[in-house]
T-cell receptor
Framework: EAGVAQSPRYKIIEKRQSVAFWCNPI?????LYWYQQILGQGPKLLIQ????????DSQLPKDRFSAERLKGVDSTLKIQPAKLEDSAVYLC???????????FGPGTRLTVT | AQTVTQSQPEMSVQEAETVTLSCTYD???????LFWYKQPPSRQMILVIR??????QNATENRFSVNFQKAAKSFSLKISDSQLGDTAMYFC?????????????FGAGTRLTVKP
């Protein structure tokens, strides 16, 4: 079974630039999560999708962050414009409906200079 | 609000020995779920073990076991017969519902190094 795929693995941008991350969950997983993991901290949920609908985006900085999952499969997370404090690893995870285990991707390490 | 605290930023253990990682949490809920996740240097996070608060019996998965003290709000992870592959960041996590993970809270993590 293929795992959660993310790209790119690394990205370096200057502040005020835009960046987009892509995630392809495990086939058949209805729920998809985006987490932000700042160095030295645990992951923090940004947004959760169930199929193509948003379940919770209360911790997503909506003035600069956006995410979509148009066809209920893969998802993109965008930051526009980026700030220095956005430097972090962005993790994508997926899970089956009614199952507790989340499967994580390898993450995208973003550095904003 | 639920909080998760891991007070040991770094720990080390000799190969084949036993190590215990600590975790405390704060909640007013009676039913909830606790997890330990492992994040190796490659960054792919995987679930190690979980515990349902309504179960008194401590969860065990091969060399990994937990000591769940509900009254003390403590949830420690014991790794027996440590192996080099156990070297990783370990995160304790709390969720009110495993079927609605949008409220999962992670601790800051403990970096474990297993020495040969």
């Amino acid at each position: 079974e293929a795992g959660v795929a993310q790209s790119p693995r690394y990205k370096i941008i200057e502040k005020r630039q835009s960046v987009a991350f892509w995630c392809n969950p495990i086939s058949g997983h209805a729920t998809l999560y985006w987490y932000q993991q700042i160095l030295g901290q645990g992951p923090k949920l940004l947004i959760q999708f169930q199929n193509n609908g948003v379940v919770d985006d209360s911790q997503l900085p909506k003035d600069r962050f956006s995410a979509e999952r148009l066809k209920g499969v893969d998802s993109t997370l965008k930051i526009q414009p980026a700030k220095l404090e956005d430097s972090a690893v962005y993790l994508c995870a997926s899970s089956s409906l009614g199952h507790y285990e989340q499967y994580f991707g390898p993450g995208t390490r973003l550095t904003v200079t | 609000a639920q909080t998760v605290t891991q007070s040991q930023p770094e720990m080390s253990v000799q190969e084949a020995e036993t190590v215990t990682l600590s975790c405390t949490y704060d909640t007013s809920e009676n039913n909830y779920y606790l997890f330990w996740y492992k994040q190796p240097p490659s960054r792919q996070m995987i679930l190690v073990i979980r515990q349902e608060a309504y179960k008194q019996q401590n969860a065990t998965e091969n060399r990994f076991s937990v000591n769940f003290q509900k009254a003390a709000k403590s949830f420690s992870l014991k790794i027996s017969d440590s192996q080099l592959g156990d070297t990783a960041m370990y995160f304790c996590a709390f969720s009110r519902s495993p079927y609605n993970n949008n409220d999962m809270r992670f601790g800051a993590g403990t970096r474990l190094t297993v020495k040969p």
